[in-house]
């Protein structure tokens, strides 16, 4: 049988361990964090993060973090390297180069290039006289703990201060450059994060194929217009094309007796919920939710009134927001 109680105390003991080493490591930072930051900042060209074995996985991440936020970034394989890569490294570049140990001898060749050619050498190790450490323009050091995997051998805690401290770097770059939503969405447009950021403008539909009618549209014609544009409703709009109303199928069912001798104007719901184009798409089906309805009139709240276009909840499904 298969001793549950052992097993919650297993993982229990590696997530404590792993969070004291998280808390070292952050009471542990200190000038050369800083120096880290400033010289990043201060790159005309991109990142270049490399390691060897798990610290090659975390070194990927952390390049990739760099990337989506801000900080142009690439992940060198230390062996592809020795191998016709080192080609990828040009002056205008940092490196930055992971081992706990710092004497992972695949590294051996980045490392040489790096001090042969001038390229600025960010290291991450845990020992302070170890080959990366001393080489290095700016070392940032772990706290020399054991790992978390109850033997010594297995990276854990190790690879999740690296991680940490890559993640620090890389908001500490977006805070400083004040990197907003939009910004990110345009390095991650797909995937739910991206559809979460998606802006009404981005969704809406605009121009002809948008189903508005005058104030004094026949019904008939506007019965039309509905069945043409396909979104089940059609917008209102005075003399300077300005949204004073929307005729839904609540509307039309209210306005049964007579329907087709009267206008558009007589029948509509005025002053109908609209949304600013500028506003998250999150933000509009909320609304729509709210109200029970499907679709949305976007109005510039600087265009006195004027439409923008029109949202509907399946744009919004479409991409992942709901």
Sequence with gaps: MVDHAKLLMTARRVITDEAEALRQLSDGLGESFALAVDLLLKTKGRVIVSGMGKSGHIARKIAATFASTGTPAQFVHPAEASHGDLGMLTRGDVVMVLSNSGETPELADIVAYTRRFQIPLIGVASRPDSTLIKQADIGLLLPRLQEACGIGVVPTTSTTMTLALGDALAVALMEHRAFTPENFREFHPGGKLGAQLSRVRDLMHIGDSMPLVGTSTPMKEALLVISQKGFGVVGVTDGDARLVGIVTDGDLR???????????????????????????????????NARAITCLFAVDPEGNGKIAGILHIHDCLRVGVA
């Design 254 to 288: 209210r306005h049964m007796d007579g329907l087709l001798d009267r206008t558009a104007g007589q029948i509509m719901t005025a002053n109908p919920t609209t949304v600013a184009p500028d506003a998250l798409a999150e933000e509009a089906v909320g609304l729509m």
